[in-house]
């Protein structure tokens, strides 16, 4: 069975620092990696994915196979990012379901 | 992101009474889901339903029950079978291809007495 590890609970960066959240995986196959966010008060929404290779809100997420990783960086932190970050994994033979790791609640201070 | 609710917000019960948690949605998606959220545990799959009148266990189903007879409608039944109810309840749908984004709901805070 796959599984999603997300090392750190929490996370605490000053404004303007580099960030970056560690997600790590174990899966025989092929994965389907997303980083999902939620804001204080807000419902949980999905942040990026890594088949898009986009960069959302300044966040790149690159795919390390070799290292089974799939961490979340953004070079400048701001306030607004403060939030808790869920990875997640679909793998090609569960269908639809991913599977979440632990959660990193990330505070930037000003 | 107002085309998937859930009712009520805050839900209170006693030990032992089985209670519904209503998620409904207008986004005309094929597929919902119900997961439940616990501090340092992450969000756990329970059911889901691919289409309507069929559905699949999840990660953590036992002491919970589901049905799906709308395509808009997948309630979630907490039953007293459930050794530790009290948690934060999400519900999700997705559009089509097992490639589509899940899209969540406000979720219903159970809290059981």
């Known amino acids: 069975a796959q599984r999603v590890t997300q090392p750190e609970k929490l996370l605490s960066v000053f404004k303007g620092a580099p960030v970056e959240l560690k997600c790590n995986y174990s899966y025989s196959g092929s994965p389907e990696l997303f980083w999902y966010v939620q804001y204080s008060r807000q419902r949980l929404q999905l942040l990026l994915r890594?088949?898009s290779r986009e960069s959302i809100k300044g966040f790149t997420a690159d795919l390390n196979k070799g290292e089974t990783s799939f961490h979340l960086k953004k070079p400048f932190a701001q306030e607004e990012d403060s939030a808790m970050y869920y990875c997640a994994l679909r793998a090609e033979t569960s269908g639809s379901r991913l599977t979440f790791g632990e959660g990193t609640q990330l505070t930037v201070n000003p | 992101d107002g085309g998937i609710t859930q009712s009520p917000k805050y839900l209170f019960r006693k030990e032992g009474q089985n209670v519904t948690l209503s998620c409904e949605q207008n986004l005309n998606h094929d597929a919902m889901y119900w997961y439940r959220q616990d501090p340092g545990q992450g969000l756990r799959l329970i059911y889901y339903s691919q289409i309507v009148n069929d559905f699949q266990k999840g990660d953590i189903a036992e002491g919970y029950s589901v049905s799906r007879e709308k395509k808009e409608s997948f309630p979630l039944t907490v039953t007293s079978a459930q050794k530790n109810p009290t948690a934060f309840y999400l519900c999700?749908?997705?559009?089509?291809?097992?490639?589509?984004?899940?899209?969540f709901g406000p979720g219903t805070r159970l809290t059981v007495l």
């Open positions: 999700a749908s997705r559009r089509g291809a097992y490639t589509d984004t899940q899209y």
């Open positions: 890594h088949i």
